[in-house]
């Protein structure tokens, strides 16, 4: 069965500084990996995701995260946060051919100004 | 377009009463999955559909059921309310139940209190 570790259950990071956010899988098959944001009281939101080829995958606002294979890892990070990067960010795994989503118990990102 | 849209945004109920949830998903979305999320945990997968017909189901009880209509819409119902059933209730909707085209999009859930 797919599972997902998310080590940190908070990062408190100072406005401008970089962020790295880690998360960890397992699972015996060929995988899908995501980050979500959940913003207060709100819904989740894709951040990016790999699904093949590169393994480097960029969001449309400054974060980006990695695929190792080899590391079981698909760590998030941002180079200069900011304020509004305030959230709780979840990282999920898919298995090829069953679509459900396994989430992270979350990070929540507190940006310090 | 609309996105995800979800019904109630917030309800109370008791324990022992019956809730039903209601999903609208993007147009032209034809797959609807629920997700419940405890307070400070990850959500956790409950029910997929596609074309009407149940896809996947999660580790849940019996007293969780759901369905989809003709229009795609879905409802998610659960039965003999527990305290424990507090949560988050997300629905997603995806163009074909897979990640490839275009993915799941999440609604702003509905916000379940038993008490």
Redo the contacts between chains.
Sequence with gaps: AQS?TQLDSQVPVFEEAPVELRCNYSSSVSV?L?W?VQYPN?????LL?Y?SGSTLVESINGFEAEFNKSQTSFHLRKPSVHISDTAEY?C?V?EFG?????????TRLTIIP | DAG?TQSPTHLIKTRGQHVTLRCSPISGHKSV?W?QQVL??????IF?YYEKEE??R?NFPDRFSARQFPNYSSELNVNALLLGDSALY?C?S?FD????MG???????TRLTVV
């Design positions: 997902v899908y995501f979500y709100q819904g989740l939101q894709l995701k699904l979840f999920a898919s069953n679509e459900k989503l396994t989430f992270g118990t979350g | 995800v999955s997700y400070g945990q990850g959500p956790q997968f997929q896809r996947g999660g997300l997603a995806s139940g897979t990640h490839v993915g799941y999009t999440f609604g702003s859930g």
